[in-house]
């Protein structure tokens, strides 16, 4: 018998408008017809939840797709299965393309004050393997997780402690499930629909095997397959891998589910039978049957994605691939898209406030040092000679598309300058030189700046060279010591590095309720304040107090961000912080919005010719949700 899908449907990450009625009538997915037939798998029907989520908008414009083929994707590494996780992008909650928070997975949730949250699960929704999804799931990750003391010695993740509460946590039914807290927590929501989320549920039917509380030890070492032996804390972790996705006996609620134990050279991902999504015409999703992730040495993923090799490749390319791939695409058929690459710059300098050289730190913890090194960048010709002319010259700051961008954020002491920056450095007491023309520190060393970094990028190396040039011109000598990702950080953490070379930031496009702490000294990570970030990261176990009142402002700006009980309270804060951030020049930006190579080939569907690409929000491609892409048969 078909079934119909009535009532309320709300379209939770393509359509920014009110919910809409469905009349479905839902249709078996082909690859499944002998399975269902033969008994061994229900009918559509039984599989989807009783209000699936049903999509009617597609980003790419294709329209609703037909069902079958595979997709095939180049990988770089065994450690790539977590890309599925990430493009994937399905989540209790999720961003649109237009950066707004939908339900997901979630039917519902309620928002009170930021204090109080209810979760609402959709009635019928099962796990990849068909086990019901249900508060049992988050009762077990919360009970027998986050609070067991083996599996998470430090306790629930920071983002469910408020001032070092933990969440009240309500299971309601099987369907409902409450979390609460005295002060308001304004990160829970927004935690979720990351592209590396804090998960708050697991499959408990299936873990529950491998965890002492529901399992004698000794059975767990005989049910864990391949041998596995040590404790059963060694054992279950090697299990519980819902974002590494590389457990193929894992069950998933994403759309594909692997199929090939780690590592291997080629993994497969098949469609989940019980996925939540549908489309108008009651096609369960996602429309392709089977993606296909092959690795490939990383300098040879742009040749074979030209060549055809790829369906869909949007990691492993740049700009510098563009022409390449443009020539390769005549003979292979593909077509190479330019979507927008978020990131607050593309290469940014990261002043050491935490140097440990004396001299040095005081320097860099003057401004007008800092805004004198920006003063001296010519963006215009670095954009230019580096970036084809496709990047904007900017701080590193948040880009336009954010709701809350003002142009002071990306041009403030970003113009070019020289004379301006010399008559700072002047300022600071630079003023004595050697027989070359380079500035003299008071010690009087030579005001060489070793600017480190971990990059393998042609065109990070080619910017600063520019950049190195641009600073002899106001008598400072920059030399360049390239070095591997982990001595990198080790450098960076210890005080020993002056001055780094990274991307930018993270959070391009925030909205009013997107976490603001990245601009702040708040975590280790912070490569320009990593001792005072590390300080609150730890709660002042380790690394060291603010000791320099305009970025400790900036602890105070995010405190008033997380109190504030409004849009328009966060919006002033998140104000402050960026004033100040574009003001003190604590990083110091280059270009930004540089274009990211996409190949489709000529059977894909959906995927839309002009997007936005960025680590967080938006998963790379699952913005745009690949559940919805096709092959054209």
């Not at 005080?495 to 000294?521: H, L, Q, R």
């Not at 107090?545 to 900036?554: H, T, V």
Request: one cysteine or more.
């Amino acid at each position: 018998m078909k079934r119909r899908v009535f009532g309320q449907a709300v379209l939770a990450t393509l359509l920014c408008g009110p919910a809409f009625a469905a009349d479905v009538v839902l249709r078996e997915t082909p690859m499944f017809v002998d399975q269902v037939k033969a008994g061994t798998l229900p009918p559509v029907e039984q599989r989807v939840p009783r209000q699936p989520l049903v999509v009617t908008h597609f980003a790419g414009g294709d329209g609703p797709g037909q069902q079958g083929g595979q997709i095939n994707m180049l990988v770089a590494s065994a450690r790539d299965t977590r890309l599925m996780t990430i493009y994937s992008y399905t989540r209790l909650v999720v961003y649109t393309p237009e950066f707004k928070l939908q339900p997901d997975i979630l039917e519902s949730y309620e928002a009170k004050d930021d204090k109080v949250f209810t979760f609402r699960l959709r009635e019928g929704h099962r796990w990849s393997d068909g086990a019901p999804f249900t508060t049992e799931d988050f009762r077990f990750f919360w009970d027998d997780v986050a609070n067991n003391k083996d599996l998470s010695p430090s306790g629930p993740s920071v983002e469910l402690m408020v001032d070092g509460e933990p969440p009240k946590v309500e299971i309601l039914d099987k369907l409902t499930i409450r979390y609460s807290w005295s002060k308001p927590n304004p990160y829970f929501i927004e935690s979720q629909a990351r592209a590396a989320p804090l998960f708050l549920f697991r499959p408990a039917h299936y873990l529950k095997k491998f965890h002492v509380a529901h399992t004698p030890a000794e059975e767990i070492a005989k049910a864990a397959k391949g041998g596995q032996s040590g404790h059963w804390t060694q054992i279950y972790r090697r299990l519980d891998v819902m974002y590494a996705n590389d457990n193929p006996e894992l069950p998933t609620l994403n759309p594909w589910v692997n199929t090939t134990p780690s590592p291997a050279q080629r993994f497969v991902y098949v469609r989940n039978p019980f996925y939540h999504r549908i489309d108008a015409k009651g096609q369960q999703l996602p429309y392709v049957d089977k993606v296909i992730f092959t690795q490939a040495a990383t300098n040879l993923i742009p040749a074979k994605a030209g060549l055809g090799e790829a369906d869909l490749q949007p990691r492993y390319l740049n700009m510098r691939d563009y022409t390449f791939l443009q020539k390769s695409a005549k003979g292979s058929g593909v077509d190479v898209r330019l979507w927008e690459s978020g990131s607050g710059s593309q290469l940014a300098l990261y002043p050491n406030l935490n140097a440990n050289d004396a001299e040095w730190r005081k320097l860099m913890r003057d401004a007008r040092f800092r805004r004198a090194l920006s003063l001296a960048i010519d963006r215009g010709e670095l954009n230019e000679s580096v970036y084809l002319g496709l990047a904007k010259p900017s701080n590193n700051t948040i880009m336009e598309r954010s709701t809350l961008f003002k142009p002071e954020y990306a041009t403030k002491w970003a113009q070019y300058d020289p004379k301006l920056a010399n008559k700072l450095l002047d300022e600071v007491g630079l003023t004595k030189r050697d027989g070359q023309g380079f500035r003299l520190l008071p010690d009087g060393r030579p005001a060489t700046i070793v600017v480190e970094h971990a990059s393998e990028e042609t065109e990070d190396a080619d910017a600063l060279h520019l950049i190195s040039e641009m600073w002899k011109k106001i008598g400072i000598k920059m030399l360049v010591k390239p070095q591997t990702r982990e001595n990198f950080r080790l450098r960076a953490f210890s005080g020993e590095a002056v001055m780094t070379a990274f991307a930018g930031a993270v959070t391009a496009v925030p909205t009013p309720s997107t976490s603001p702490k990245e601009f702040a000294p708040t975590t280790q990570g912070g490569l320009q304040w990593s001792r005072w970030g590390m300080y609150v990261e730890s709660k002042e176990k380790m690394g060291e107090k603010c000791d320099y009142d305009p970025a400790c402002k900036l602890n105070d700006y995010v405190r008033e961000w997380e109190h504030a009980t409004s849009d328009a309270e966060r919006t002033k804060a998140w104000d402050k912080i960026l004033a100040a951030n574009a003001d003190e020049v604590f990083t110091i930006g280059t270009v930004n919005g540089i274009r990211q190579p996409l190949v489709v080939g000529p059977k894909i569907r959906n995927v839309p010719r002009e997007g936005y690409y960025a680590w967080d929000p938006g998963g790379y491609i699952g913005l745009y949700q690949p559940d919805t892409f096709w092959v054209a048969q």
